[in-house]
C-alpha cells in the first residue's frame, strides 16, 4: 500500500483518535511494515517542508496526476538552488514571503497551517508580492513539467536535437492557392 504524505499524516489522526477513545472501535489501515517516505524523513529542514507544501497547494495530485513533491520537486529545486545562486535567493526569498505572510495574518508557522490557510496565505502573497509569488510558482512549474514521468503522464514526447524528430505530413499546396491570388502588399525597391 503506498501513501502521500497527507494521506499517512491523516491515519496517524484517526489511528490516534481510535487509540484515544478505545482502539478496538476502528481498525487501523496502515501496515506495521509501511516505511515512511525519505521525502518525510525527520531531518527535513523547514525550508524544504516549506517548498513541499507550497508545491503540493500549487500542484496538488488530481485525477491521475501526482502531486508536485510526489515526483521529486523538492530534490529538484534543492540542487537548483545549490547550483544557482540567483534562483536560489529567488526562492528563499519567496519561501520567506511565504512565511511572513503567514507570521503577521496567523500568528503560525506556514508549515503548520492546514490546507485552508496554506491557500489562504499563497493567495495574499500572490496579492501583495506578485514578483515573489511568480518567481515561486514558475520554479514549481519547471520542476514538475521537466519531470519525466509528467511527461508519460500528459503524452509529451521528448525529441532530442539530434533525433529526426516526428514524423511531418506533406505540405498541403492547396493552403497557398488564396494567398498566390492576393495582390503584393509591399513594393520592390
Do not use: C
Not at 2 to 30: H, N, P, W
Not at 46 to 62: G, K, N, T, W, Y
Not at 108 to 117: A, H, I, Y
Amino acid at each position: 500500500m503506498k501513501f502521500t504524505r497527507r494521506q499517512l499524516i491523516e491515519t496517524g489522526i484517526v489511528g490516534s483518535i481510535a487509540i484515544g477513545v478505545g482502539g478496538d472501535l476502528v481498525k487501523l489501515s496502515t501496515p506495521l511494515n509501511y516505511r515512511v517516505p525519505s521525502t518525510v524523513a525527520a531531518s527535513e529542514t523547514e525550508e524544504s517542508a516549506r517548498l513541499r507544501l507550497v508545491m503540493d497547494e500549487m500542484i496538488p495530485a488530481a485525477d491521475s496526476m501526482p502531486a508536485a513533491s510526489e515526483v521529486g520537486g523538492v530534490d529538484y529545486l534543492t540542487r537548483l538552488m545549490s547550483s544557482n545562486r540567483e534562483i536560489s535567493e529567488k526562492l528563499r526569498a519567496g519561501l520567506a514571503a511565504i512565511e511572513r505572510i503567514s507570521q503577521a495574518r496567523l500568528a503560525m508557522p506556514f508549515v503548520s497551517l492546514n490546507k485552508e490557510k496554506r491557500i489562504e496565505v499563497l493567495t495574499a502573497l500572490e496579492h501583495e508580492d506578485r514578483l515573489s509569488f511568480d518567481s515561486v510558482r514558475d520554479y514549481i512549474y519547471e520542476a514538475y513539467y521537466t519531470n519525466e514521468k509528467i511527461w508519460k503522464l500528459v503524452g509529451y514526447h521528448n525529441f532530442p536535437t539530434t533525433d529526426v524528430g516526428p514524423h511531418l505530413d506533406a505540405f498541403d499546396e492547396q493552403l497557398l492557392v488564396n494567398v498566390r491570388k492576393r495582390p503584393k502588399l509591399y513594393r520592390e525597391i
